[in-house]
């Protein structure tokens, strides 16, 4: 079973500071998704990369893949009271459809 | 479109007894997939179904098993229940098996 790494486990910032998510494998994967999810609910997912070195951006938030497909990063710019929340990176195994998550990064921004 | 709809959301059981989760996928979708998630450990895979067949299983022992309709909707069983079965245990669907997921809100389960 690959594993993948996410610090920090927790992060308390205030509104408008800028912070960077880390998502770390000694395994290669196929793809890697980025998920958030809200007390009560299930992960949303925000974004896929497939590409080593790719990079994706979604408004305030940049995801970058690692040229050798083993490490992942979000960075969060400006970040706002509505990005608080649990964010979740999962890894897709080279050899099938299975994901394998993170524990994920508790983000609570402060107004 | 209705999201995956997961019953029921709260749930409390005692030691040794059994309990049984529903997921319903997003319409049209064939592949289920299901999830522990604790504090701890955050989310283990359980099993993934495709066209009522299983097609990939975690590592959990034999307490817990699945199935899959042929309208898609799916159910686990966890039998002989233990307090460490304490766990939020989220579904997901997708169109295909190697689609993007989309999960539900869960079924929080307690034993005591």
């Known amino acids: 079973t690959q594993l993948l790494e996410q610090s920090p486990q927790f992060l308390s910032i205030q509104e408008g500071e800028n912070l960077t998510v880390y998502c770390n494998s000694s395994?290669?994967?196929?793809?890697l998704q980025w998920y958030r999810q809200e007390p009560g609910e299930g992960p949303v997912l925000l974004v896929t990369?497939?590409?080593?070195?790719e990079v994706k951006k979604l408004k305030r938030l940049t995801f970058q893949f690692g040229d050798a497909r083993k490490d992942s990063s979000l960075h969060i710019t400006a970040a706002q009271p509505g990005d608080t929340g649990l964010y979740l990176c999962?890894?897709?195994?080279?050899?099938?459809?299975?994901?394998?998550f993170g524990e994920g990064t508790q983000l609570t921004v402060n107004p | 479109k209705a999201g995956v709809t997961q019953t029921p959301r709260y749930l409390i059981k005692t030691r040794g007894q059994q309990v049984t989760l529903s997921c319903s996928p997003i319409?049209?979708?064939?592949?289920v997939s299901w999830y522990q998630q604790t504090p701890g450990q955050g989310l283990q895979f359980l099993f993934e179904?495709?066209?009522?067949?299983?097609?990939n299983k975690g590592n959990f022992p034999g307490r817990f098993s699945g199935r899959q309709f042929s309208n898609s909707r799916s159910e686990m069983n966890v039998s002989t229940l233990e307090l460490g079965d304490s766990a939020l245990y989220l579904c997901?669907?997708?169109?295909?098996?190697?689609?993007?997921?989309?999960f539900g809100n869960g079924t929080r389960l307690t034993v005591t």
């Open positions: 990369v497939v590409t080593g070195g």
């Open positions: 395994s290669v994967f196929s793809s």
């Open positions: 179904y495709f066209s009522e067949t299983q097609r």
């Open positions: 997901a669907s997708s169109l295909e098996a190697n689609s993007p997921l989309h």
């Open positions: 999962a890894g897709e195994e080279t050899s099938g459809s299975r994901l394998t």
């Open positions: 319409s049209g979708h064939r592949s």
